[in-house]
């Protein structure tokens, strides 16, 4: 009985409101989009080689080795943007976004370095270890 008392509380949606545009709508009009693309090839299970995209500290997105993607909306306004494949990362790299600018990121390990060299690299520093460029 005690629950039927609140849901009857619950606000339910107006119909009256159904022409509005969404504000989330919106918002998303004036956020900048980042995409990153892992360029990394893996032999394994593609679900462990997948690199996790970080804006300001906060996971928003994971993409699949072999070129897949993923997508976030950012606000405008400086952002640090950084990614990590297992418990290695890659420097920050900083994105002055704007209002509906498009940035295109690219993740791999550093490939300009010998096989020897770059096992030392992932050994030696792993959270400045990865590569992230803009495209």
Not at 80 to 86: G, L, V
Request: net charge positive; proline share 8%.
């Amino acid at each position: 009985m005690a629950i039927w008392g609140v849901l009857s509380e619950v606000p339910r949606h107006d119909p009256a409101n159904w022409g509005r545009p969404d504000t989330l709508l919106e918002m998303a009009d004036d956020r900048g989009r980042v995409e990153l693309v892992n360029n990394y090839r893996f032999v394994g299970d593609p679900r462990i080689a997948r690199f996790h995209l970080y804006v300001d500290g906060k996971k928003v997105g994971s993409a699949q080795p072999h070129g897949g993607s993923c997508r976030a909306n950012v606000a405008p306004g400086a952002h640090k943007a950084r990614i990590r494949f297992w418990w290695y990362f890659s420097p920050s790299l900083t994105l002055d976004m704007v209002p509906g600018q498009s940035v295109r990121l690219t993740g791999d390990i550093p490939r300009e370095l010998s096989v020897p060299r770059r096992m030392v690299r992932l050994g030696l520093h792993p959270l400045t270890s990865l590569v992230l460029q803009v495209v």
